[in-house]
T-cell receptor, first 119, second 111 residues
Framework: DVQLVESGGGLVQPGRSLRLSCTTSGFSFGDYAMSWFRQAPGKGPEWVSFIRSKYYGETTEYAASVKGRFTISRDDSKSIAYLQMNSLKTEDTAVYYC???FGSGVRWGGQGTLVTVSS | DIVMTQTPRSSLVTLGQPASISCRSSQSLVHSNGNTFLSWVHQRPGQPPRLLIYRISNRFSGVPDRFSGSGAGTDFTLEISRVEAEDVGVYYC?????????FGQGTKVEI
């Protein structure tokens, strides 16, 4: 059974950093691209970041709103994806979801982790 | 960025009756590889989103066959043949043809 479990969220002051983790099981993690989305309170989902598999060079993509501040990475030996978030802003407050991309669509699965950026 | 526009924004439906949601993109979603990466996502209140349909018309694993997707190019439709109580929530179309991936504003379905 596919499992995607996000962790690492919490309350953080503006300008500080946070690292989210996505612990996975039930699929061949190393074969798939991974992606993070977020959803601010009362809003629709927003795509944040994407990392290709090792086969495709682990290249990355970012939304303009987070480029230069967020870094996506992966550890295939542990089947974990990460999202390092630096210089956090109040507008980064959201539930963050980890997903995997199976080449034709995005597989959602976790309950997400809440990040609240506030002084 | 590709702008996704959904209509209607909300829909009051009757149990057992059909429902339909439209999604239009600001440019063609046909990828250079010939595929069209248009998905439909459903989110029940208080729950994470879940994938319903990918590449226009393919139902994801476990999705009931009362859900169907159609369309091409820039115009797409999600149809529910007979609405059930568990179908309430917000439906989003999403394009993954071009980065940044983008969503429609959502359609809230209520019974």
């Amino acid at each position: 059974d596919v499992q995607l479990v996000e962790s690492g969220g919490g309350l953080v002051q503006p300008g500080r950093s946070l690292r989210l983790s996505c612990t996975t099981s039930g699929f061949s993690f190393g074969d798939y691209a991974m992606s993070w989305f977020r959803q601010a309170p009362g809003k629709g989902p927003e795509w944040v970041s994407f990392i290709r598999s090792k086969y495709y060079g682990e290249t990355t993509e970012y939304a303009a709103s987070v480029k230069g501040r967020f870094t996506i990475s992966r550890d295939d030996s542990k089947s974990i994806a990460y999202l390092q978030m630096n210089s956090l802003k109040t507008e980064d407050t959201a539930v963050y979801y980890c997903t995997y991309y199976f080449g034709s669509g995005v597989r959602w699965g976790g309950q997400g982790t809440l990040v609240t950026v506030s002084s | 960025d590709i702008v996704m526009t959904q209509t209607p924004r909300s829909s009051l439906v009757t149990l057992g009756q059909p429902a339909s949601i439209s999604c239009r993109s600001s440019q063609s979603l046909v990828h250079s590889n010939g595929n069209t990466f248009l998905s439909w996502v459903h989110q029940r209140p208080g729950q994470p989103p879940r994938l319903l349909i990918y590449r226009i018309s393919n139902r994801f694993s476990g999705v009931p066959d009362r859900f169907s997707g159609s369309g091409a190019g820039t115009d797409f439709t999600l149809e529910i043949s007979r609405v059930e109580a568990e179908d309430v929530g917000v439906y989003y179309c999403m394009q993954a043809t071009q980065f940044p991936w983008t969503f429609g504003q959502g359609t809230k379905v209520e019974i």
